[in-house]
Structures are given as C-alpha cells and as structure tokens.
C-alpha cells in the first residue's frame, strides 16, 4: 500500500462518526502528517471531536470508551435541567480539561482575520405576521389530540430523567417522535398552510370549503405572509418589477440566493409566487432532484449570466460547497436549527471571488416556533466564540417548561420568563452557565428518521 508524507483532510468534520465506512477507511491511511481543515469541527457532541483526532492523533485522546467516560459524560450530564450542582461542575472541568488538552492542536483563523478585502456580509430579520388561516392551524394544534400527546412524552422525558430503570436511549426513542413530528408540523404550518393540508388532514376539507365561499385557495399569497414579504423584498432588489413592454430590458444590479429547507417549499416559491405574480424573473433551481453531475453546471450558467435573476437551492444541497459568487443577495425562507448549517449557505455567496456587499435576509414569523429557532440559534452562536468550537444546543437540555413553550403562539415576541433568561445569560456569561443549556443537536437525518407526518396527522384525527 502507499505511504503518504502529508494527508489533507477538507471538510474534516465528515469524519465526526468514527464508525462510519469513510472514517474506518481514511484512518486506515498511512502518512507522516496529517492535516484536518473545517469551519465546525463539533457539530453533534465532543465525541465529534474524539473521532477526529483519532485521524489526527490516534490515542491521543485515549479510547472512545474512555474519552466518554472523562469528558463526555459529564459534560452531557451537567446539561440536564436537573443536574446537581457537582455535576455541573464536573462537567465545567471536563470542559475545561479537553479545551486545555487540544488547544494546542486547534489553529481558528476567521473569515475577517485572513480575507481583508472581503466585502462585508450584513444580516437583517424580516419579520412577519401569521395569515388568519394559519393562526387558526396553529391553535387547533394546541386544542388537538397531537398536542397532549406532545405533553404526555415531555412529562415522561421528564419525570424518567432520574429512573436508572429507564435508559437514555430507550427515553428518547418513546418520547422524541411526538415532540420532533409536532415541531416539524408547526415549522411548516409557519412556512405555509398546504404544506399541511394535504387531503388526509381532518380540517381539509373544511377549510378549503371556507377559502371557495370566499373565492380564494390555497395557492393564494394572501395566506402565506413569507410570500407577500419575499415578493416586496424582491422587488426591492429590483427584481420582478413590473416593467412597460416598449422600455428595453436591464440587468437587474441585485441577483439572489433563496434558500428552503423543503423542496416542497421550493414548489410553492416556484408555482404559487414566481410564474403566477413574477413570469418576468429569470431563475435556476438547484435542489436533490439535480443529479450531482449536473449540479456544477447550473452553478457556472448562474455565475456567468448575469440576466439570471435568482437560484432557487434546498439548504441541503446548496449548502455546502458550492462556489456562487454571482449571487449578492441571499434570502432564507426556512432555517435551521442548527446556525453553521445556514451559515455555510449564506457563505456559497460571501466567499472569496465576491466584489459587492452581501446582504442576508431571513424571513421569520413573529411569536410563533420560527422566532424560538432564531433566539436558539444565537444562543448558539455565543457558544462558538466562548468555547473555541461549534458545540450546540438542543430540546434534550430543555426543562418541561420551556420544550411546552415551543408550541405556543404567541402575540408579542419575548415573554417574561425568556427576557429574565436573557439578563440571566447576560449577567452569568461563564462556561458553567453556557453547559447548562448545551446539548446534541439532531442532523438531517435524524429529523428525517423521527418526521412521519403520516402517523402525525392521523393522530390530529383522533
């Protein structure tokens, strides 16, 4: 077999999973250095972290067993809401040894350090209010039988926490599916209403009689505000505006990114928006029905042709990789719970090769779960400047209390509990407080694994 000198690992952090088939085999690779390059090396759990310096440095951070047992759990349990107070700091120790441990081995250079001319990046919340039609999807939600479902798998996470009988694993599969299914369907009752009124849902046909008595349907705008508000900010842009047939056509100075996290989302931008109220705005679509040869092409038309007014990307597959210097606009009409995710899709356009200033939008509903994800999501972001590495958060760490406040709607945005959180957080910005509120963040996958909207929307039914 070969014997390299140097073995450069890009995107690193596809290795996070040591007992995948692409770990085993890149570990199996015989070298004298040995170089590992990514923007999040920890993703999931420090365990992330454990798999690649096995690459890096095997044995250095002992075994898998042995790095759970000195940093991974405590660390995991100084997260739990109910976690003693040896425990959380037990945990702040285990945190602070293995940043002492691999900070040497840990070189972090920001965009702003190594690319001065990079034209700046500036991010806006565009905020907007919930239709009536799904307000009122909203709060059936919270009168249905779904929902007691929801608090009857909550109070079970919760009150088995300290159960030696019950363990973590067997916890979770019983009690995550309602809660994961109940957040995936409100996220898409905030996007748009047919992305759940599909013919098996118990209120459809009763509302679509309403919208016919009313001359309306589903496909109107009118009940769907992200809509309304991403045409106004297109037209802002210059793009789609009405233009008189005599006047010669111009480039448009502006041409955007918009990103999904559905393709389905896509179909509604696509059909319902852009050929009904927009036939004038050139677009690309880019999304997993692509296939992957095909992909790079569509990247260069879009760069290179500049009477192309928008790309049309899933988050997954545009997300990562991909060169898109063209665009200086980006939009994003869903998001993430997981900020590096939205952050490496927003970079396809501030990257190098970028001349103009980009701007970012998001588009999020106001007091409703969308605006919980965002406040998540800078919580986040304040974890990856204090603890050097991306480490995340999630609903496993939530008291009863705050998992049940994912799913009201609410009318004002902030409500006491959450602003005496936030000057709590502002007062307390210490590694001990910022453990309390960490946790394993779901991947794609994983949200895909526990999403059956089928199962969920029968028991709406019931």
Not at 330 to 353: S, T
């Amino acid at each position: 077999s070969l014997h390299w000198n140097y073995c450069i690992l890009d995107e690193g952090h596809v290795i996070k999973n040591g007992k995948t088939k692409l770990s085993k085999a890149v570990k199996q690779l015989s070298c004298n250095h040995r170089l590992i390059l990514s923007g999040t090396p920890i993703q999931n759990n420090v365990l992330d972290l454990w798999s690649l310096f096995d690459f890096l440095m095997p044995g250095f951070l002992g075994t898998e067993k042995q790095f759970q047992a000195r940093y991974g759990k405590p660390i995991l349990q100084s997260r739990d809401a109910k976690s003693t107070s040896k425990e959380q700091e037990a945990g702040v120790l285990a945190m602070e040894s293995l940043h002492r441990q691999v900070l040497p081995f840990i070189l972090r250079r920001l965009k702003e350090d190594v690319l001065q001319d990079l034209p700046p990046k500036i991010m806006q919340d565009y905020y907007c209010d919930l239709s009536p039609l799904q307000v009122k999807l909203y709060e059936d939600f919270t009168r249905s039988h779904a929902r007691k479902n929801v608090e009857k798998s909550v109070l079970f996470l919760d009150e088995s926490s300290d159960a030696k009988s019950v363990s973590p694993v067997k916890k979770s599969n019983q009690g995550a599916t309602h809660i994961f299914q109940a957040l995936q369907y409100l996220r898409k009752v905030c996007n748009h209403p047919a992305l759940v009124l599909s013919s098996q849902h118990p209120k459809y046909a009763e509302i679509v009689e309403q919208l016919s008595a009313q001359q309306s349907s589903l496909q109107d705008i009118q009940h769907a505000p992200k809509l309304t508000a991403l045409k106004q900010l297109l037209h802002d842009c210059g793009i789609g505006v009405p233009i008189d047939p005599k006047d010669t056509p111009v480039v448009n100075q502006h041409r955007v990114l918009l990103f999904c996290q559905l393709k389905s989302m896509l179909n509604i931008v696509e059909n319902d928006l852009l050929k009904i109220h927009m036939p004038n705005v050139t677009y690309l679509r880019l999304d997993g029905s692509i296939p992957a040869g095909s992909r790079h092409c569509i990247v260069n038309r879009f760069n290179n042709d500049p009477s192309i007014d928008l790309l049309l990307l899933t988050t997954h597959v545009g997300g990562l990789g991909l060169n898109l210097t063209g665009a200086d606009t980006v939009i994003f009409v869903e998001h993430d719970w997981n900020p590096m995710k939205d952050l490496q899709a927003m970079d396809r356009a501030h990257r190098i090769g970028q001349k103009k200033v980009v701007n970012v939008y998001r588009l999020i509903t106001r007091g409703t779960l969308e605006e919980k994800i965002m406040g998540l999501q800078k919580f986040k972001m304040t974890i990856a400047n204090t603890v050097i590495s991306h480490d995340n958060s999630t609903l496993q760490s939530m008291g009863t209390d705050q998992l049940l406040e994912l799913f009201i709607l609410r009318e004002d945005g902030i409500n006491n509990k959450e602003k005496e959180t936030c000057e709590s957080t502002s007062k307390r910005q210490t590694i001990h407080s910022i453990l309390d509120s960490l946790g394993e963040l779901w991947d794609e996958k994983q949200y895909e694994s526990e999403y059956n909207l089928n199962s969920f929307l029968e028991s709406l039914a019931t």
